[in-house]
C-alpha cells in the first residue's frame, strides 16, 4: 500500500506541481486549500505525513499543526513546514513548539523535500512495525492483520468495530471523545454529523464480543469513551 501525504497550501499552482511530484515519486496524495480544510479531511482521508505551509487564510500552519499534535487520534501524524523566506529563526522555534517535525524554507528543493519525507515516513514505519501487534493481558489486538485474540481464539469483529477498538487501545486511559471517534473510526466531519448514538451502539455491540475485556471500556456521560 502505498503512503498517503496531506498537502497544505493556498497557493494552487504550488500545490498542483507538489502533488504531481510526490506522486511521480510513489506517494498518495490528497490536497487541502488551508489548515480547516486539512484539519477536517485528515480523520477520513488518514494522511501518514502531513506539508503544510505557513501563511494561509483560515488557519495558519503552525495552528494546524498544534492542533494536529493535541489531537488524541492524529497526534502521530508527522508534520512537515514549508516557510517563506522572511519567516524568521524565531518562527521555525516557534514552530517546532508546535510539534513540527521538519521545516522547509521557500523557494525550496523537490528532491531535498523528497528526501526529507522518506527518512520521517521511514522512521514512523519503523514505530508502527514495534506497535503492529499490542498485548494487554489475554487480549491481541494486530494492527496488521486486523484480528483480535483473546485467549488466542479469533473473535469476529466488523471493520468499524475493529476500528473503534483499536483506537481506544491506542490511548489507554486516555478519553476520547465521541466526535474525535466519529472523525477517526467514520471518518465523518462532526460540523455535519455528531451523533453520539452511532458510537454508542458500536461500543455495545464490540463489548458483547470482547465478553468481560468490554468491561475496560468505560463511558464518561456526556464525554466520550476511555479503554482502561
Given at each position: ?23 511521480n ?9 488551508n ?9 477520513s ?7 503544510t505551509?505557513?501563511?494561509?487564510p ?14 488524541k ?5 508527522p ?41 520521517i515516513?521511514?522512521r514512523a ?10 498485548k494487554?493481558g489475554?487480549?491481541e ?8 485474540k ?7 469483529l ?41 458510537v ?5 455491540n ?23
Amino acid at each position: 500500500m502505498k503512503e498517503r501525504a496531506l498537502l497544505v497550501d493556498d497557493d494552487p499552482e504550488l500545490l498542483g506541481i507538489l502533488k504531481k511530484y510526490l506522486e511521480n515519486h510513489g506517494l498518495e496524495t490528497i490536497t487541502a486549500a488551508n489548515g480547516a480544510e486539512a484539519l477536517a479531511a485528515a480523520p477520513s482521508g488518514k494522511p501518514d505525513i502531513i506539508i503544510t505551509d505557513v501563511e494561509m487564510p483560515r488557519m495558519d500552519g503552525l495552528t494546524l499543526c498544534r492542533r494536529i499534535k493535541d489531537n488524541k487520534v492524529l497526534s502521530d501524524i508527522p508534520v512537515v513546514i514549508m516557510s517563506g523566506k522572511k519567516v524568521s529563526e524565531a518562527d521555525h522555534v516557534s514552530g517546532y513548539g508546535c510539534g513540527a517535525d521538519d521545516y522547509v524554507v521557500k523557494p525550496f528543493s523537490y528532491p531535498v523535500l523528497l528526501a526529507k519525507i522518506k527518512a520521517i515516513l521511514l522512521r514512523a514505519a519503523h514505530g508502527k512495525k514495534k506497535k503492529a501487534v499490542r498485548k494487554s493481558g489475554d487480549l491481541e489486538i494486530n494492527l496488521e492483520a486486523r484480528t483480535i485474540k483473546i485467549k488466542g481464539k479469533l473473535i469476529k469483529l466488523t471493520s468499524k468495530e475493529f476500528d473503534l477498538l483499536a483506537t481506544l487501545s491506542s490511548k489507554p486511559g486516555k478519553l476520547l471523545s465521541l466526535n474525535s471517534l466519529l472523525e477517526a473510526v467514520w471518518g465523518y466531519n462532526t460540523a455535519d454529523y455528531n451523533d453520539p448514538h452511532t458510537v454508542e451502539v458500536h461500543v455495545s455491540n464490540l463489548r458483547r464480543k470482547i465478553g468481560a475485556f468490554g468491561k475496560r471500556i468505560k463511558a464518561v456521560p456526556g464525554h466520550g469513551y476511555k479503554f482502561e
